[in-house]
T-cell receptor, first 110, second 114 residues
Framework: DAGVTQSPTHLIKTRGQQVTLRCSPKSGHDTVSWYQQALGQGPQFIFQYYEEEERQRGNFPDRFSGHQFPNYSSELNVNALLLGDSALYLC?????????FGPGTRLTVT | AQSVSQHNHHVILSEAASLELGCNYSYGGTVNLFWYVQYPGQHLQLLLKYFSGDPLVKGIKGFEAEFIKSKFSFNLRKPSVQWSDTAEYFCAVNANSGYSTLTFGKGTMLLVSP
């Protein structure tokens, strides 16, 4: 049984560009959450998707948007990238209030 | 909104020493509590969790944590650490609202010297 997978593993972008990160949840999980982990910090909740709708959102600007597909996979989009968006982006899928995390995508904005 | 505070950012121990990592949260309602571990180069893994019942919970690899409701605390313990326990440890809380979203502390980096 594959766990949560994310792609790509690493990404380098320039300020002002747009980026799309992808996540496939663990088999049987229908809820996907995204977190941003800056260096030396704990993960911060961005938003959660369930039944293809954004169900909860953390304190992130509208530049951060997402999507969930009928097969429960998800995308995180970030527009107008800033240097401060450099971080590890984690996807987690959940069942029964327990979240399972993927390996993350390391985004560097130059 | 809930918040989580972890007392130490870095902890250095020798093998066989006892470990206690502090975690306090602020939230007035019912919570679910978690400790996650991130070994070097690996993804976040669940170490243990508390939803209800016995406030002393046991997790993987000999770790345990005690929920003290009156102190809003959920401290992680291990009687004797090993070099392989070197990792970053995160305490997290989920307000028991039916959603599974987590609020994390800033993490504690544990370095165990052989």
């Amino acid at each position: 049984d594959a766990g949560v997978t994310q792609s790509p593993t690493h990404l380098i972008k320039t300020r002002g560009q747009q980026v799309t990160l992808r996540c496939s949840p663990k088999s049987g999980h229908d809820t996907v959450s995204w977190y941003q982990q800056a260096l030396g910090q704990g993960p911060q909740f961005i938003f959660q998707y369930y039944e293809e709708e954004e169900r909860q959102r953390g304190n992130f600007p509208d530049r951060f948007s997402g999507h969930q597909f009928p097969n429960y996979s998800s995308e995180l989009n970030v527009n107008a990238l800033l240097l401060g968006d450099s971080a590890l982006y984690l996807c987690a899928s959940s069942l029964n209030n327990e979240q399972y995390f993927g390996p993350g995508t390391r985004l560097t904005v130059t | 909104a809930q918040s989580v505070s972890q007392h130490n950012h870095h902890v250095i121990l020798s093998e066989a020493a006892s470990l206690e990592l502090g975690c306090n949260y602020s939230y007035g309602g019912t919570v679910n509590l978690f400790w996650y571990v991130q070994y070097p180069g690996q993804h976040l893994q669940l170490l243990l969790k508390y939803f209800s019942g016995d406030p002393l919970v046991k997790g993987i690899k000999g770790f345990e944590a005690e929920f003290i409701k009156s102190k809003f605390s959920f401290n992680l313990r291990k009687p004797s650490v090993q070099w392989s326990d070197t990792a970053e440890y995160f305490c997290a809380v989920n307000a028991n609202s039916g959603y599974s979203t987590l609020t994390f502390g800033k993490g504690t980096m544990l370095l165990v010297s052989p």
